[in-house]
């Protein structure tokens, strides 16, 4: 299984809702990551978890709340966004370290009304 | 911190030519230079990649050179289908480094005619 899987694959929230993105993998990767990427733009990246460990945060607003319950699963939720916060979420994991092999999900394709 | 530029944005040529992309990074410290090929709707998947002991790599019609004096690396796809109309994004980080992150360029759009 070389898959990262994310759900759900489109949302549409409302400013005042709370929603969560989800993100597991079982290739026994250790490095779980969250980007965003606006159209025709390249991946920005958010959080990284290492070892299950916040080992990186790209001074994200506190709107977006990463979680890592275990080494497959990787959350993010997502409370009071405003409509500049519509973007595709990329969830991407690597065997141990961002300077390794890289591999994405096909995203979320977040809507913020 | 690390800083990757990528040329042309756009590029568009006949099926069964070559089509070439560049990227010039700022860090020396970088040494984990991989191409990502991203489809419609799809995430970012990886194509190839090289690391700095290396010059050059090939995977059938797809192979990245590089140059560390001069700190660039270039995509070249030879006998382009269609199905490598995708955008293809660069990017570089320092392997085994202390804060580990993949720095992206800003994309490159194929578009193969056939």
């Known amino acids: 299984d070389t898959e990262v899987t994310q759900t759900p694959k489109h949302l549409v929230m409302g400013m005042t809702n709370k929603k969560s993105l989800k993100c597991e993998q079982h290739?026994?990767?250790?490095?779980m990551y969250w980007y965003k990427q606006k159209a025709k733009k390249p991946p920005e990246l958010m959080f990284v978890?290492?070892?299950?460990?916040?080992?990186i945060n790209e001074s994200v607003p506190s709107r977006f709340s990463p979680e890592c319950p275990n080494s497959s699963l990787l959350n993010l939720h997502l409370h009071a966004l405003q409509p500049e916060d519509s973007a595709l979420y990329l969830c991407?994991?690597?065997?141990?370290?961002?300077?390794?092999?890289?591999?994405f999900g096909s995203g979320t394709q977040l809507s913020v009304l | 911190g690390e800083n990757v530029e990528q040329h042309p944005s756009t590029l568009s040529v006949q099926e069964g030519d070559s089509a070439v992309i560049k990227c010039t990074y700022s860090?020396?410290?970088?040494?984990?230079f991989p191409w990502y090929k991203q489809e419609l709707g799809k995430g970012p998947q990886l194509i190839i990649d090289?690391?700095?002991?290396?010059g050059e790599k090939k995977d059938q019609r797809i192979a990245v050179t590089l140059n560390k004096t001069a700190k660039h690396f270039s995509l070249h796809i030879t006998e382009t289908q269609p199905e490598d109309s995708a955008v293809y994004f660069c990017?570089?980080?320092?392997?085994?480094?202390?804060?580990?992150?993949?720095?992206f360029g800003t994309g490159t759009l194929l578009a193969v005619q056939p």
């Open positions: 991407a994991s690597s065997l141990r370290s961002a300077g390794e092999k890289l591999f």
């Open positions: 290739m026994g990767h250790r490095a």
């Open positions: 978890y290492s070892y299950e460990k916040l080992s």
């Open positions: 860090d020396s410290a970088s040494n984990y």
């Open positions: 090289i690391r700095s002991n290396v």
């Open positions: 990017a570089a980080s320092s392997y085994g480094g202390a804060t580990n992150k993949l720095i």
